[in-house]
């Protein structure tokens, strides 16, 4: 059993960082909405449906004619704030930080899921892979809380943590999802899991380690069964020109030269061979640069039908990158859960598979 601190108590609100360091920033709210200060004094209402433009104002924040050092905007009968461009549910509050205002929603963990299962997997999965998404999603963000948050938010909403977009991601298959699998989360030992997951990891999923440093027993590779993704496979064509540009220090690129793979052969480090030198990149800075899905891949020279410098010497005038999966190939693979649920298997089968040995617990309130 899962119990959340006094400190998660009542509704369990997330507190979700929509902007960091804006100059300026929109909010408003669908119904009337309170703006009050961090003492929570009221200093004014905007109308239902308009909105204004909060502004950096060194130490603190202007909101129109009001200002403080903290704002809060609240809308009324459960109406749904306005935050730059999009409606969430919950409630905003602007902070001001070293470089500008950071935007933060304050909104439930239940509700804040029914945007991010729909962020992160299409809404017309099955069931089965949107509740084991909702567990996994949920699992995620208790344990960041528990471990990453700082003095102003928990989480914030891009694929660094995991995606939320507010209501524009929401449907009825996701709220479902989350209602169906309530309070549910992945526990090792007692302890709510960092239950990572990744859109597709290419027929087997990586031991933690051989990743990342930090080895966890729950984090172990296992077959994958996402043969259905359409990034199962993949391959990029790049010139040598271009392989130049990003690595200007060995010349012409002759080879790529695997240095460090894990043992399911995704690329730690890769020599990388020049007719002016050589040198030593990870397979996370080649992914970076010529924008590949994984670092499970492998470089093959294409060579040209003229021959190229002045000592007659053979240069590829091409590199073909075939390559697998997308994302980092840790716990929970989404196609995999796609592919698992179309064979019949539900929710708990699909998560005992990806997190190996956790427990499916529910999450106590303690007042």
């Known amino acids: 059993m899962a119990i959340a601190s006094p400190a998660q108590a009542e509704d369990l609100e997330m ?35 308009t909105a204004l433009t909060a502004s950096y104002a060194g130490s603190g924040v202007q909101l129109g004619d009001w200002q403080g050092d903290a704002l809060w905007i609240e809308p009324a009968n459960d109406g749904f704030v306005w935050i ?22 304050y909104v439930n963990l239940e509700e804040y899921l029914y945007s991010v299962v729909g962020a992160e997997v ?42 939320y977009e507010g209501l524009e991601e929401e449907a009825a298959t996701t709220q479902a999802a989350v209602q169906a699998t309530e309070g549910q989360v992945l526990t090792f030992g007692g302890q709510i899991i960092n239950a990572v997951f990744h859109s597709s990891s290419g027929g087997h999923t990586e031991n933690v380690e051989d990743v990342w440093q930090q080895p966890l027993p729950y984090l172990r590779g296992v077959p994958d069964y996402d043969q259905e993704a359409p990034v199962f496979r993949w391959q990029v064509q790049l010139t040598a020109g271009e392989i130049q540009q990003e690595i200007p220090s060995v010349g012409n690129v002759i080879a ?112």
């Open 15 to 49: 507190r979700v960082a929509i902007e960091e360091d804006v100059q300026q920033i929109q909010v408003g709210g669908h119904t009337d909405a309170l703006v009050t200060d961090s003492s929570g004094q009221v200093l004014g209402e905007i109308s239902g449906g």
């Open 256 to 367: 790529f030269e695997p240095q460090r793979t894990t043992p399911r052969g995704r690329v730690v480090t890769m020599r990388v061979v020049g007719d002016q030198g050589e040198t030593t990149v990870s397979g996370n800075d080649l992914r970076r640069m010529f924008n590949l899905r994984s670092t499970l891949f492998t470089v093959q020279p294409q060579f040209g039908r003229v021959a190229s410098a002045d000592d007659g010497a053979q240069r590829p005038s091409e590199f073909v990158i075939d390559g697998g999966g997308f994302g980092h190939g840790i716990g929970m693979s989404q196609y995999g859960a796609y592919g698992m649920a179309r064979q019949g298997q539900e929710y708990r089968q699909i998560l005992a598979h990806y997190y190996s040995g956790s427990t499916l617990s529910r999450i106590r309130v303690e007042q």
């Open 122 to 163: 299409p809404t017309n999965w099955p069931m089965e892979a949107l509740k084991a998404q909702a567990v996994a999603a949920r699992s995620y963000a208790l344990y960041q809380r528990q471990t990453s948050a700082n003095t102003v938010f928990d989480v914030g909403d891009t694929t660094r943590w995991q995606v």
């Open 84 to 105: 730059g461009s999009k409606w969430y549910r919950g409630r905003a509050r602007v902070v001001p930080t070293a470089q500008g205002l950071t935007v933060v929603n």
